[in-house]
T-cell receptor, first 110, second 115 residues
Framework: EDQVTQSPEALRLQEGESSSLNCSYTVSGLRGLFWYRQDPGKGPEFLFTLYSAGEEKEKERLKATLTKKESFLHITAPKPEDSATYLCAVLDNYGQNFVFGPGTRLSVLP | DSGVTQTPKHLITATGQRVTLRCSPRSGDLSVYWYQQSLDQGLQFLIQYYNGEERAKGNILERFSAQQFPDLHSELNLSSLELGDSALYFC??????????????FGQGTRLTVV
């Protein structure tokens, strides 16, 4: 069964304090790994798709990396507006099973 | 604004009842996806329609059904409602046939409360 876990469950950072969020997955053939940002009461907002181990993608202060078993979302010099829940999800090779992790709730304090 | 419209925003209904949630995808998007988000289960994929046909099925209960109409809007029907069905229901749309091949845009969600 495809599974996704994320750690930590919650993270509090001071503004400017860089850190990483982890997404570990088990999937029967990975078609893609996805990162989303979700603000309270809103729908998830797409950030990145990673397809193969070694791939990296960047967007502003965020950088996502992928290995065969996990993905990291690195946040460099975060700002309070980066506060949100970050979700990762995996899609299996059949393109049928799209499984989300429980998310990491990030708070960036000014 | 993602361009995906969901109605209603909030819905309160009693156990045993049936409700219909509606989703209008972004212009040009052929795929519509439905998700359920609850506190204990997180975000779960329910079902995908592509150009009117069911394309992929996730953890959707038999009491739930969906369809996509010729104008590409979609409806999620929830019947014999139970307290545990209380959740946020999201719709997303994309141009792609396969989930994840292109970015999916999420609506604001419908908050369903079953009392």
């Amino acid at each position: 069964e495809d599974q996704v876990t994320q750690s930590p469950e919650a993270l509090r950072l001071q503004e400017g304090e860089s850190s990483s969020l982890n997404c570990s997955y088990t999937v029967s053939g990975l078609r893609g790994l996805f990162w989303y940002r979700q603000d309270p009461g809103k729908g998830p907002e797409f950030l990145f798709t990673l397809y193969s181990a070694g791939e990296e993608k960047e967007k502003e202060r965020l950088k996502a990396t992928l290995t065969k078993k996990e993905s990291f979302l690195h946040i460099t010099a975060p700002k309070p507006e980066d506060s949100a829940t970050y979700l990762c999800a995996v899609l299996d090779n059949y393109g049928q099973n799209f499984v989300f992790g429980p998310g990491t709730r990030l708070s960036v304090l000014p | 604004d993602s361009g995906v419209t969901q109605t209603p925003k909030h819905l309160i209904t009693a156990t045993g009842q049936r409700v219909t949630l509606r989703c209008s995808p972004r212009s040009g998007d052929l795929s519509v996806y439905w998700y359920q988000q609850s506190l204990d289960q997180g975000l779960q994929f329910l079902i995908q329609y592509y150009n009117g046909e069911e394309r992929a099925k996730g953890n959707i209960l038999e009491r739930f059904s969906a369809q996509q109409f010729p104008d590409l809007h979609s409806e999620l029907n929830l019947s014999s409602l139970e307290l545990g069905d209380s959740a946020l229901y999201f719709c997303a749309s994309s141009v792609a046939l396969h989930q994840g091949d292109t970015e999916a845009f999420f609506g604001q969600g419908t908050r369903l409360t079953v009392v």
